[in-house]
């Protein structure tokens, strides 16, 4: 079935940019849709993103050995969605206006070079699972890249943030250099400053889950908070504060810095 995302600048904003609830159309079971503000927002942190550094023609394509040469970088992105909002509208089209809201990442880029010694074996995906033909070859040198990260939630009624969740982008199902081969594989062309989201990153165990819908079991386990505090969505004033860093022996520790966003009202 195809789905279908926005693709869009506008929104992508830097950590510490409030992020308004947005509004769009809901449908409760057995009654009409509706227009208002979602009640249902929800993070969908530790995606990856990775800069384009290098422009291609329109028609061209870049191959599976090439692709890392058009990579600047990687952030920290934190890719909102308004899940009541995308549960009606996302078939037959995909979720637009439940995700093209905001996307918050992090102030800086981290350098494809500064990662070098943070390399690893990428996720070892299952011999029946889904491949695609313009990217299925991997390359000799590790593609995956050992990042920590974590997923923390700070509400009005709590002095520090609490930690929901650590996970690994060397989970991540496709490489970079995977998604910038598939990406152009249509022709379509790269401009420098391109960003190329992961997608949500999420390990095999229960608190590496990588997004709030898949820590709340899509509601049904609310989440106790040591403020006394349950959420299954987050309310007006909750930050999602997401952060990531890389550390192995022998090497200097490089961090990201923190992609954080406030829920503020609706306007």
Not at 107 to 119: C, D, G, H
Not at 173 to 180: D, F, G, H, K, R
Not at 184 to 207: E, F, I, W
Request: charged share 20%.
């Amino acid at each position: 079935m195809p789905i279908g995302y926005h693709g869009r600048a506008s929104s992508v904003v830097v950590s510490g940019t409030p992020v308004v609830r947005p509004s769009g159309q809901t449908r409760a079971p057995d009654q009409d849709p509706v227009f208002g503000p979602t009640q249902a927002p929800r993070l969908r942190g530790r995606a990856r993103a990775s800069s384009s550094g290098r422009a291609t023609r329109s028609a061209s394509r870049i191959a599976i050995d090439e692709a890392e040469d058009h990579l600047f970088g990687v952030v920290l992105l934190n890719d909102w969605s308004a899940r009541d909002i995308q549960a009606w509208e996302y078939q037959p089209l995909g979720p637009f206006l439940a995700k093209s809201f905001a996307t918050t990442m992090s102030p800086w880029i981290v350098t494809m070079e500064a990662l070098e010694p943070f390399r690893c074996r990428p996720f070892e995906r299952d011999a029946g699972g889904p491949a695609a033909a313009a990217v299925s070859a991997l390359r000799e040198r590790p593609e995956g890249i050992d990042i920590s990260l974590e997923m923390h939630l700070r509400t009005p009624k709590m002095k520090a943030p609490v930690r929901l969740s650590r996970g690994n982008a060397r989970d991540a199902y496709w490489t970079a250099a995977q998604m910038v081969a598939h990406h152009t594989s249509n022709g379509c062309n790269l401009q420098p400053g391109d960003l190329l989201g992961s997608g949500t990153l999420s390990g095999a165990t229960p608190d590496a889950l990588g997004s709030l819908m898949e820590l709340t079991q899509a509601g049904k386990a609310p989440l106790r908070l040591p403020s006394g505090e349950t959420r299954t969505f987050l309310e007006d004033g909750d930050e999602a504060i997401q952060r990531g860093r890389c550390e192995r022996d022998g090497a200097v520790a490089i961090g990201f810095g923190a992609a954080a966003g406030r829920i503020a009202p609706a306007r």
